[in-house]
């Protein structure tokens, strides 16, 4: 789907020359819908990405801020979430559960899924001596609008060629902030269960994962760790997710401007994701950061453990050279 590049003959040109192309090429975009709350004045997303704002139903909300919700964007970008549905009238896996039954209802197979606080996508390019850059400000020359959303497609045209490519492929997503600045991340369209958890941009291949799972498992994934706990159901379906690790996304800090957590609730919520990790057939597998008092912090998957035992495929598939 994506052009050849030789990454060893003018590869920042080529790159850059296809994000400003691909900004052009809006008629690829599967549905998106930016998941928010308690953000109605400040979704940094759609000021990171305005063309969204054109978008009908880009804003997946409670039902019960709609209408604070519209009174900063209007009813046209507004999808709304009954109230019924899920395990309680809040909840980050509600949300993004509801955008693809959204998308697959009307029959999409792919659906792009968003966090409410992208504030900057990036890619990586080669930088000399061995190391990559994301390093942009001198390129773009005043075209950072342009940029990003170049970048935005970029992305989702290399999910859509792996979803195209590897068969049970159900999740894609970018790299987070500067988890990686390797040469070879900035070479890679994308890898096969080689990554982390999915990031503030995702790429669904809706109908799989559907198929495959019934859905995001809100009992145990409604108020926290829908990321990981998304990736264990595909695990544990048979399927794979994908890594772009050549985008590069930033969003708002998530500990101090959060609006899912707070200082007293963050510990019972990171002690449930937990919980519920180490009762899953997965949980062996399960990297855990504690923080001073022992307390469950952060995790993550140990995907070379994975594929030591067997229990995933792992491979890349780089710019063609």
Request: proline content about 6%; hydrophobic content about 40%.
């Amino acid at each position: 789907m994506l052009p050849s590049l030789d990454l060893h003959e003018d590869s920042q040109d080529a790159k850059f020359d296809l994000v400003f192309s691909l900004a052009q090429r809006l008629d690829l975009l599967p549905p998106v819908y930016v998941i928010s709350h308690a953000r109605a004045g400040r979704v940094r997303t759609l000021k990171t990405l305005p063309v969204l704002n054109e978008m009908p139903g880009v804003l997946v909300v409670a039902e019960h801020e709609m209408a604070e919700y519209q009174r900063h964007h209007g009813r046209r970008v507004l999808l709304p979430i009954p109230e019924d549905f899920g395990p309680r009238n809040l909840g980050v896996g509600r949300a993004r559960q509801w955008s693809l039954d959204t998308a697959d209802v009307l029959g999409h197979d792919h659906a792009i899924v968003l966090d409410d606080d992208l504030t900057l996508l990036s890619v990586l390019w080669g930088a000399e001596p061995g190391r990559a850059s994301r390093a942009f400000a001198g390129r773009v020359e005043g075209r950072r609008e342009e940029f990003f959303l170049g970048v935005f497609m970029l992305f989702v045209v290399a999910s859509l060629e792996a979803f195209e490519r590897v068969p049970s492929a159900m999740i894609s997503s970018h790299q987070n902030q500067n988890a990686n600045r390797t040469p070879a991340a900035s070479e890679a369209r994308y890898q096969v269960n080689l990554g982390g958890n999915p990031g503030l941009a995702q790429a669904w291949h809706v109908r799989r994962f559907l198929e495959a799972t019934g859905g995001l498992d809100l009992a145990r994934w409604n108020d926290h760790g829908d990321d990981i706990g998304a990736v264990v159901q595909i695990l544990n379906a048979g399927g794979s997710v994908i890594k772009v690790p050549s985008i590069i996304g930033n969003s708002l800090d998530c500990e101090t401007d959060s609006v899912i957590r707070t200082p007293e609730s963050a510990p019972r919520l990171r002690q449930a994701e937990h919980d519920h990790l180490m009762a899953d057939p997965l949980g062996p597998y399960v990297k855990t950061k504690y923080d001073l008092i022992d307390r469950p912090q952060w995790h993550s998957l140990d995907w070379r453990r994975l594929a030591r035992d067997g229990r995933v495929t792992t491979g890349s598939a780089p710019w063609a050279v």
